[in-house]
């Protein structure tokens, strides 16, 4: 969340059921370009976040660029899993 900048480190949720809601309702970033753009910093990754999940949801159907569930469970990066196709 520190990464993202969307919480300070005071501000951090207590529990991890808590965080994980954060996640869902704050973070709408493509896996992909989250492991491809973090090592660039803050900054760079505010800037691939979208505004809503339906924002994300229509990137991810008109690029095609999806990440695997074996994938994305090896990373450890299951929260910033949405449903692109419903």
């Known amino acids: 969340m520190v990464e993202l900048g969307i919480r300070s480190p005071g501000d951090l949720p ?9 996640f869902k309702s ?6 992909r370009d989250y492991v491809d753009t973090r090592h660039k910093g803050q900054k760079a990754l505010r800037q691939i976040m979208h505004p809503s999940k339906n924002s994300l949801r229509r990137e991810i159907q ?17 929260a910033l899993l949405v449903k692109a196709f419903e």
């Open 14 to 22: 207590s529990t991890l059921t808590s965080a994980r809601k954060v």
């Open 62 to 78: 008109k690029t095609g660029k999806r990440a695997s569930l074996k994938w994305v469970k090896q990373r450890g990066l299951r």
């Open 26 to 31: 704050e973070v709408h970033i493509n896996i």
